[in-house]
């Protein structure tokens, strides 16, 4: 089944650190671009980080740059999100999300994991 | 960074009606446009690729329309399980950025 499976989300104070995992299958996971996206409660969809298939090229959101770590391991079709100096406002549903092919190059995400909280609070 | 502003922030519609929702964005984007739907509790499923591309199993229903600045998610005749919130998405490829509009929530009438 094509899936993807996120966690270690949880509650953590502000200042602190947390590393979210996403374990892929049913699919080639090292052929695509892969990416965070997060939405905290009651709001709008916001993009955090992707890392590039093969050369493994990272971009963020101003937001969380210099903050957050994204990285993959393509021997255990794993992408991961090291998260530091979490703020209160870093709080939200971090979903994984696969980039498709498509022949414009365009970046859009035709997979999506159920998601994993995330909780900022002293 | 390019902005992508929704309108309606969300409307009232009934089983059958044509629903419109807009998508508008800062600067040009040429058609590098998605739009997605979201359910309460779930996570969002392409809907709309290259502003105009249905993706693959997406019902007929659902078309989007549009290029540059000013998009479009038409839905001709909505169902009981369009009832959701929807999302455009832009792509900029120098810097690699990726922005999401605020969301249009769909709800029964």
């Known amino acids: 089944e094509v899936q993807l499976l996120e966690s270690g989300g949880g509650l953590v104070q502000p200042g602190g650190s947390l590393r979210l995992s996403c374990a892929a299958s049913?699919?080639?996971?090292?052929?695509?671009?892969m990416s965070w996206v997060r939405q905290a409660p009651g709001k709008g969809l916001e993009w955090v980080s992707c890392?590039?298939?093969?050369?493994?090229?990272?971009y963020y959101a101003d937001s969380v740059k210099g903050r957050f770590t994204i990285s993959r391991d393509n021997s255990k079709n794993t992408l991961y999100l090291q998260m530091n100096s979490l703020r209160a406002e870093d709080s939200a549903v971090y979903f994984c999300?696969?980039?498709?092919?498509?022949?414009?190059?365009?970046?859009?995400?035709?997979?999506w994991g159920r998601g994993t909280l995330v909780t900022v609070s002293s | 960074a390019i902005q992508l502003t929704q309108s309606p922030s969300s409307l009232s519609a009934s089983v059958g009606d044509r629903v419109t929702i807009s998508c508008r964005a800062s600067?040009?984007?040429?058609?590098?446009l998605a739009w997605y739907q979201q359910e309460p509790g779930k996570a969002p499923k392409l809907l709309i690729f290259?502003?105009?591309t249905l993706e693959s199993g997406v019902p007929s229903r659902f078309s989007g329309s549009g290029s540059g600045t000013d998009f479009t998610l038409t839905i001709s005749s909505l169902q009981p399980e369009d009832f959701a919130t929807y999302y455009c998405?832009?792509?900029?490829?120098?810097?690699?950025?990726?922005?999401f509009g605020g969301g249009t929530k769909v709800e029964i009438k």
């Open positions: 998405q832009q792509f900029n490829n120098f810097p690699h950025r990726i922005t």
């Open positions: 290259d502003a105009s």
């Open positions: 049913g699919f080639t996971y090292i052929s695509y671009t």
């Open positions: 890392v590039s298939n093969y050369d493994t090229s990272t």
């Open positions: 600067q040009g984007i040429s058609s590098a």
């Open positions: 999300a696969k980039v498709g092919y498509y022949a414009s190059g365009y970046w859009y995400f035709d997979l």
